[in-house]
């Protein structure tokens, strides 16, 4: 194999399209997927498994007890998912994600401007890290001199993020 073109970068269209988590109890998953966050069944079959989506897509979400009915959350210190990002197309979009989760009475476990981004991070009934995040336009990212990303974390001013109108 040629190592020019095996060190090639994937094509920039490449997306991560959905995820599929193993949960203990489907309802209470969906309570929070569908009811706090928003997300919409497009499928389900029976008790077992349910596919959600924002806008009719197939499905951005998978959620089955297939192997995990009653199952407790992996341990600390193991291997698996740290989180699942879900991606908002607007500020005000994470707002009104904010609202909601205030509403349910869902805690944060953090809230980060990354300078490309701002984040909210939070944990669904199953323990599984959840990012809910806007993106800013790229060519708002921090850079260094050289033109190159300058990420960084500070805190997220939740205020100022809720004054956010939706639309």
């Not at 497009?42 to 989506?53: D, E, V």
Request: glycine share 10%; net charge negative.
């Amino acid at each position: 194999m040629n190592a020019d073109k095996s060190s090639r970068p994937i094509d920039p269209q490449v997306r991560i399209g959905h995820v599929h988590l193993k949960v203990a109890d489907l309802e209470r998953s969906l309570k929070f997927y569908c009811g706090v966050l928003g997300f919409e069944i497009t499928q389900r079959y029976g008790t077992q498994a349910a596919f959600l989506s924002a806008g009719g897509y197939h499905h951005h979400i998978g959620l089955n007890t297939w192997e995990s009915l009653g199952g407790s959350p992996p341990a600390a210190g193991t291997t698996g998912l740290f989180h699942t990002a879900i991606l908002y197309p607007t500020r005000p979009a994470l707002a009104d994600a904010l609202r909601r989760l205030t509403v349910a009475g869902i805690m944060l476990d953090g809230a980060s401007d990354h300078g490309v981004s701002e984040a909210l991070y939070l944990r669904d009934p199953d323990e599984n890290g959840v990012e809910l995040y806007w993106d800013r336009p790229p060519e708002s990212w921090p850079r260094t001199p050289q033109g190159e990303l300058a990420m960084f974390t500070k805190r997220l001013d939740l205020n100022d993020l809720l004054k956010e109108e939706t639309r």
